[in-house]
């Protein structure tokens, strides 16, 4: 515990200190380094339930993707990188498969790059809605910026709380995918999540939309901490199929990077929409 504890206060140390020397880039690259070697974990994950990923060049779509979706064009620039991506992909892995007999890569590989880059980058369309929506631009970006950080730190607190607070009080199991999950712990994950949406609003509230008062801070927590909770078990879902206990061995208490991205997955693309229509 003590191990996740301290990994997880560097990590947090490490972004915000990357956001205030280098800003935005320096958010655009760290989604895209986490986005990268958790769609690397899970195609190994894969490998270990007997597929067979193509990793290259998923890989490479995965980064274009998350990169493309601040540095070319629009907001919808990520939606088309994924598009041409996805069907660049299926025409290369169809003529290797087909050699082979057998169409043993498509699902794989085309499934990494949707579950992984595609939904994490919507935590970069967060940052360009902003940038869109608020002005100035450079209150726009700082407005982005906070916002996707919000994202994160709801969702990431919404396993911490269910942790703590399954630690103490849980008994009853929420799903057999993950037995040491419970209902106590979800319910306490997700006030966790509001706690910490009201306190960000509050403290950062120069960066915030003037429509993102407290109340809606709240309201909107609550569905982004129940899809961290699901993105949560859909990630041991996969771990329990390959028979690993965690994704990688990279971050001391946590394990793999997926281990930590795992919460992300779900709630950027929910985040992006809640804050689309409730907020803008």
């Not at 319910?187 to 950062?204: E, K, Q």
């Not at 993102?212 to 909107?220: D, G, N, P, Y």
Request: proline residues 4%; charged residues 15%; aromatic residues 12%.
């Amino acid at each position: 515990m003590q191990q996740r504890i301290l990994s997880f206060v560097v990590l947090w140390a490490v972004l915000g200190l990357s956001l205030l020397i280098f800003g935005v880039h320096a958010g655009v690259f760290f989604i895209a380094l986490l986005a990268f070697f958790t769609q690397l974990e899970l195609y190994l994950l894969f490998e270990k339930m007997g597929l067979k990923p193509i990793k290259s060049i998923g890989l490479i779509a995965g980064a274009v993707i998350t990169l493309g979706a601040y540095y070319l064009g629009g907001i919808d620039s990520g939606n088309d990188l994924f598009i041409l991506s996805f069907v660049v992909l299926a025409l290369i892995i169809i003529r290797l498969d087909l050699q082979a007999g057998r169409l043993r890569s498509f699902m794989p590989t085309l499934f990494g790059l949707l579950y992984v880059p595609y939904l994490i980058h919507f935590l970069i369309k967060t940052v360009k809605l902003a940038e869109m929506n608020v002005f100035p631009s450079a209150q726009g970006t700082s407005t982005g910026i906070f916002l996707a950080v919000w994202i994160v730190a709801v969702a990431k607190c919404a396993d911490v709380g269910g942790l703590l607070v399954g630690m103490r009080l849980g008994k009853t199991p929420l799903s057999v995918i993950s037995p040491k999950k419970t209902y106590e712990g979800a319910a306490g994950g997700i006030v966790f999540s509001m706690l910490i949406g009201i306190i960000l609003t509050a403290i950062f509230h120069k960066y915030a939309p003037e429509s993102f008062t407290w109340w809606r801070s709240a309201l909107i927590a609550i569905p982004i901490g129940i899809a961290s909770i699901a993105s949560d078990l859909v990630e041991s879902a996969f771990k329990r199929q390959a028979d690993v206990k965690d994704s990688g061995r990279l971050i001391p208490g946590i394990g793999g990077i997926f281990d930590l991205t795992d919460s992300l997955i779900l709630t950027a693309p929910l985040g992006y929409l809640l804050f689309k229509y409730m907020v803008f």
